[in-house]
């Protein structure tokens, strides 16, 4: 396995672009083809086979376990290191970052019809090539954010971050609105060919790509090589910021997101048809009308980041997402009222989108470039692991107490998360970790 001796990222500019320059240049428009190919398959093998197996008569309990095969996305980390350290054999021309994207690009495809040929009918082999998308949907990520932030400096990331999380928002329009919407027409086997021949798009835009100037050297022994790629990375995050300030990095890490990923998963769905919507409603409100609202979130999150900086936007995106589910209980008194899901819809998916560029952003932020596809995985495996897990037993908590229990329960990490990252935020920059807002450059 070689090690990794990167060069610098590209120095910064000697001027700060305009807002336009800033998210139409080439390496914007790259992360969103990017984006896309990471959110296609996510809701594919979580909310949108939800209502697939919901259809099958499955029981809840089941159908949020089954639905959280995206659980794979949260131990990507513990494969990352080979996209550090190893070039992809017959794919090499390609590049280290863009090899390992393309085979996670042509495992989620083929994954995917895969799904459509078994159908939940046979519900063992389903199962498994579910959790082979999301593996391959896992490892693609790990090369997507990998790549980005090789490709630019930190002072630089806000609007690659702002087009990848547009492009991710795209990819669940198409694989939850636009799939619920042809579920209401067509069987759930060709509407999950249509998604797999949606996977060419990304594809195309890596073979264009270029890939991130990035010198790597080999290990002259295995032992030496392992030390780099599997230990390295690790021992060097709790090296860089010390034993304490890493620790309570982690624990705010592992909370600020709850609120999200609990509901993200498996359990909206039921909870949606329960409420008396059809799939055709819930598909253009939610999954179309709502990530339109999501990718206007995410503009503003982009902005603030570029403008206000990490720490001003990171917090106010907290307790907006957080807070935002109580939003649920309105849903709840009102079945079946597409006003009020409109309204619900337009502030959970505004402020979520929201909260996407800066959460990224910080997350890039603690980052050694040394170690990149690594600890990044690491980093965004915690946090969303909590509310997965979360997610994973949702059904059995509703089942055992009420929806609105459970939404109202997802909201209690906010004030903890909040009074963590007061304390973390001047100690991470005394440690050199932009998070206030960068001047002109």
Known sequence: MPAEEPTTPPTSRKRRLSIWQAFTQPAAWTMFFFGFSSGLPFLLVSGTLAYWLHGRGIELKDITMIASASLAYEFKFVWAPLLDGWRLPGLSRLGQRRGWLLLGQCGVAAGILAMAALT??????????TLCVAFFGATQDSAIDAYRI????????????TTYVLGYRVGFILSGGVALVMADHMSWSVVYVAMAVCMAIPIVANFVAKE???HRLRAARWSEAMRQ???EP?????????????CVTLLFILLFKIPEQATIGGIVSPFYRDMGFSRTAIGTITKGYGVILGIAGVFVGGIAVERLGVRRSLLAGIVLCGCSNFLYLWLIG???NLAVLTGVISGLNFTLGFLGPPAVAFLSSLVNVRHTATQYALLSSLVNLPGKLMGFFAGAIVMATSYGFYFALTVVAVLPAVLLFLWLEPRLRAHGVALRAAGPH
């Open 120 to 129: 939940p009918g046979s519900l063992g082999a389903f199962v498994v090539v």
């Open 212 to 214: 991130p100037q990035v």
């Open 234 to 246: 690790f021992v060097d995050f709790f090296r860089r910021y010390g034993w304490l300030l890493a």
């Open 334 to 336: 009102n079945h079946g």
């Open 229 to 231: 790629g599997v230990v």
């Open 150 to 161: 090789e490709i630019a400096p930190p002072e630089a990331q806000g609007p690659l971050v």
